[in-house]
Structures are given as C-alpha cells and as structure tokens.
C-alpha cells in the first residue's frame, strides 16, 4: 500500500480525491494538510510515500512548500496534482523538486499508475501538460525549432530520438519497450544514455532540456 499525504487548501477537494483513491487497492491518503505549513509537521507524524500537492493555497504554497523540502534528505516524492498547467508554473515547480505534474481532471486509472511511477522513481508530466509546455516555450522564443538542433549536435542516436519522443508524451519504460518492440533492458540503457548525453538527472529535465534545445517540437 502507498501512503499519500494530500496536501490542498480545499476541503471539498480533499475529500473528492480521497473518496476517489479509497477505489484502489495500493493507494491509501493516510494524512491531509490544507497548506505547506502543515506538511512538516503530517511527515513527522505520519509514514508517508508520497506526497500530492496544489499549487495554490494561502500561507504558504506548492512552490514554496516544495522549496521547504528540499532541506529534508528523506522527504517522500512529489506530485502535484493542480489545476493550473501554465507552462512557467511547471518549469517553476519541477525546478522546486517535483517529480511529477498532473491536472486535476486527470482519470483515477492515469492518477494511480502516476502515483506507483513516482513512488517507484519515476519522474512524469502528464502528456497534455508537455504540449501545452512544448507551446510555451515556443511562444517565448523565436529560435525555437527542430532544426536549430540535429541528432548530430546532440550526439543522439535515431533509435534514442524516438525514445525521447515516447519519453515526453509520458511513457514508461515498459510501454516504450512495447511501442518500439525493444526489450525493456535496451530501452533502459537509452534512458541512461539519452540522460548523459542531456546532462541532466532525470527523465522530466531530459524532455524540457529536449524542448528548449529544440529537439522536441
């Protein structure tokens, strides 16, 4: 069982979500916080997994709550779970530490799967969010493009392009191993490879490195 603490200044939301996760077998929302001020106190208090959290509430916020757990080594993973999919609030909170971002409209199937990714640690940003991203960054730079970057000039290989376009629109090793009849090993080291090659530590910074170099378009 993965032991959530939800974290959303809305009661009513709170419950909706809880009553949703009381239909699946391995998540479980064992504490509840209305604000980040409460977070610190629910983790010493509670075993928790994981940690779902919005973006705004009063007193202090996702960002600024992500921020204060930055300082703790073992504070659980985050998935924030929030309404808002404005491309520089993903960038700001994936640059804070989350591991994941979801919309609130997400379905409890795609919810709970995210949540045993992230547990598991995997990074994530559901697919609708990485167009919207993708649509961002664009608009803010008029150098955008798929060309203004090659395989070549990044050292990615073909077969690592198209594990990196699987990557973004939110794949799990296993699901690429499928769409691209490769063993789950294979699709692995292209992980690795295409995270060193990026310079960067993870599957989320590796797609938004990828966008702002204009490999993903």
Same mark, same amino acid.
């Given at each position: ?11 009513? @939301?709170? /419950? ?38 919005? !973006? ?7 960002? *600024? ?28 909170? !994936? ?12 379905? !409890? /199937? ?21 167009? &919207?991203?993708?649509?961002? @960054? ?8 798929? /060309? *203004? ?11 690592? !392009? ?38 960067? &530590?993870? &599957?989320? &910074? *590796? ?11």
């Amino acid at each position: 069982m993965i032991n959530v603490l939800l974290v959303d200044d809305q009661m009513l @939301v709170r /419950e909706g979500i809880k009553s949703l996760l009381k239909l699946s077998d391995n998540v479980c929302v064992v504490a509840e916080a209305s604000d980040g001020s409460q977070v610190l106190e629910q983790l010493a208090t509670h075993k928790v997994d994981l940690i779902l959290l919005d !973006l705004s509430m009063p007193n202090v916020d996702g960002i *600024a709550t992500l921020k204060l757990l930055q300082d703790h080594a073992d504070a659980p993973p985050v998935i924030i779970l929030t309404t808002f999919d404005d491309h520089q609030l993903v960038l700001e909170g !994936l640059a804070a530490g989350a591991k994941g971002y979801l919309l609130k409209d997400v379905s !409890l /199937e795609t919810l709970c799967e995210s949540i045993e990714s992230v547990k598991n640690g995997a990074t994530l940003i559901q697919p609708a969010i990485t167009e &919207r991203l993708v649509a961002g @960054v664009k608009s803010q730079s008029s150098t955008f493009s798929y /060309e *203004a970057t090659s395989a070549g000039q990044t050292d990615l290989s073909q077969k690592e !392009l198209e594990v990196l376009r699987l990557m973004a629109c939110g794949y799990s090793n296993k699901e690429i191993s499928g769409a691209l009849y490769k063993s789950e090993g294979t699709i692995k080291n292209h992980v690795s490879n295409i995270l060193a090659k990026l310079g960067v &530590r993870d &599957r989320t &910074r *590796a797609v938004l490195s990828a966008i702002e170099q204009g490999i993903l378009k």
